[in-house]
């Protein structure tokens, strides 16, 4: 009877170890990097890739900017994305192959890789003030046996600047001691005042 039993463990082990894989093959959110963890939190053990975010560093108030996220290299069979930008004021709106996940982006499924490189482009509708935001980005490449061994995952961020960018944030001044400058001022008077003194008593006693 112990046969049995045995078997049916390893067989709810290793439906345990697919779940992830499986579970996350249409995207996930809160694994962009924005807030510390990535895909690599599940997908590890293959070779590491190396991700890219291009497009434009600068965009004028309520501008929409295209970008593209690039995943090279790892096991490349497949892959998937996570896009965050750090604003609530901003936007992203995914393209082909992607899909809006609450504020973030992500894949719709994996995708493949295509001469050991897979992209993905989106958009990014910026606020209406001036302000620097980030992108964040995550992109895992993975050898396509849905399961989380064997892939790798990396991410990256990139900086854009709407109009004039996040104000500077001015020091306060600092305030004036009380009786500073009134009490420094007047020192020279009572000293002189003072010092006539002697001579005014001198006069009377003359006269």
């Known amino acids: ?25 249409t995207g996930v959110t809160g694994q962009t990097g924005k807030e510390g963890p990535t895909c690599s939190t599940c997908h ?16 004028a108030p309520g501008a929409t900017g295209q970008y593209t996220f690039i995943i090279r290299g790892g096991p490349a069979r497949t892959g998937g994305v996570g896009i965050a930008v750090d ?40 606020p209406a003030t001036d302000v620097t935001l980030t992108l964040f980005g995550a ?28 104000p500077d944030v001015e020091p306060d001044a600092p305030e004036e001691e009380s009786g500073g400058c009134a009490a420094a001022g007047s020192a020279p008077l009572w000293a002189l005042l003072m010092a006539a003194s002697p001579l005014a008593l001198r006069r009377r006693r003359r006269g």
């Open 87 to 126: 604003s609530t004021a901003a936007t992203l709106q995914p393209g082909e192959g992607m899909k809006k996940l609450g504020a973030e982006l992500t894949h719709a499924q994996p995708q493949p890789f295509a001469s050991n490189e897979l992209r993905f482009n989106f958009s990014l509708v910026a």
């Open 1 to 25: 009877m112990r046969l049995p039993f045995r078997i049916a463990g390893v067989v709810v082990v290793s439906s345990l170890w697919s779940i992830p894989a499986s579970a996350t093959s």
């Open 44 to 59: 590890q053990g293959g070779e590491l890739p190396t991700v890219a975010l291009e497009g434009p560093a600068t965009l």
């Open 139 to 166: 992109g895992n490449s993975s050898n396509a046996d849905l399961h989380t061994d064997g892939d790798r995952a990396a991410a990256t961020k990139l900086s854009v600047k709407v109009g004039q960018g996040t």
